[in-house]
């Protein structure tokens, strides 16, 4: 699902450098039945081209915003906290729901997240069965549950 | 529950139904014992502020979650929310707007003013208890909070 010809109709962006935790992330979703509209990117410069349809991913529908944003911390080129920075100080993609997902659980992380303006913080537990459920209940939540303009 | 140290969801709401609807729901995914409920956003101010008839409650004790109403006395939940998120010392704990407005308005107005999520009640009374306990599971099972 990591090319761009599937970045219409996306409920989840999925922000992860590493290859493995974003298998283990989409192997998740899988099982509940939430995996199909998922789009994977490696770093943040192309999780901000996604939203905002530039580089890459010019002639994707702008309008188009994922119901979700799961994104890590560490990453190359930009990283997790200057995505949350960009994507919370302008208007149009503030309402969009990012929720960091990280194997960080500093509290300076946790805390500087929300001075952003993130909408959920998740630390990534460390067991798959563990992880796979959280993911699920993340799902759930976000893309069933709550609400975006 | 006097020194309120348990609390971890305040709940505001006026509509006695509806809280009392949300508090069992929340009773059947076991998290009924760390709900606080306030009825209108003056109070709601004060628990969280520690002010007024809270004056003695513990700062450091922040809930992991405020589930709000809109239309509430006093002050309006937009109300509530535009101040605590403006305050430095509030903005960080999370808040999801429950409500029974599905109005665009009220959507884009709470995410403009940093709401960190937003939920329509459902009407009938087994899918909103079915929202509020998927609400109780994400927020309070797996979301983070930030400590103060």
Same mark, same amino acid.
């Given at each position: ?149 | ?51 007024? @008839? ?8 922040? @809930? ?29 704990? @999370? ?54």
């Amino acid at each position: 699902m990591n090319n761009r010809n599937g970045s219409e109709n996306v409920d989840i962006l999925l922000v992860e450098d590493n290859r493995h935790d974003a298998e283990l992330t989409m192997r998740a979703l899988t099982k509940s039945e939430l995996r199909n509209r998922l789009h994977w990117v490696e770093d943040g410069v192309e999780a901000l081209d996604f939203v905002r349809a530039t580089g890459a991913y010019t002639g994707r529908d702008p309008t188009q915003f994922p119901k979700l944003i799961l994104l890590d911390l560490k990453m190359p080129r930009l990283n997790g906290l200057d995505v949350v920075r960009e994507l919370k100080s302008d208007k149009r993609t503030r309402p969009i729901p990012v929720v960091v997902m990280t194997s960080s659980n500093q509290s300076r992380d946790v805390a500087e997240s929300y001075r952003l303006g993130v909408n959920g913080y998740v630390t990534k537990p460390i067991h798959f069965m563990d992880l796979a459920d959280a993911i699920s209940q993340i799902a759930i939540y976000w893309l069933r549950v709550n609400q975006v303009p | 529950m006097n020194d309120f140290s348990d609390v971890e969801v305040l709940l505001v709401e006026d509509n006695h139904a509806d809280a009392e609807m949300t508090m069992r729901a929340l009773d059947r995914a076991n998290f009924l014992n760390k709900v606080y409920w306030v009825h209108d956003g003056v109070e709601a101010l004060d628990f969280v502020r520690c002010t007024g @008839p809270y004056a003695s409650r513990d700062r450091t004790q922040r @809930p992991k979650l405020i589930l709000l109403d809109l239309t509430i006395p006093r002050l309006s939940g937009l109300s509530v929310l535009r101040e605590l998120k403006s305050g430095v010392q509030t903005s960080t704990i @999370p808040i999801v707007v429950l409500t029974s407005s599905d109005q665009d308005d009220d959507i884009a107005e709470s995410y403009r003013l940093g709401v960190n999520g937003f939920v329509n009640k459902p009407v009938e009374p087994a899918s909103f208890v079915e929202q509020v306990s998927r609400i109780g599971m994400y927020w309070l099972m797996v979301n983070q909070a930030p400590a103060i």
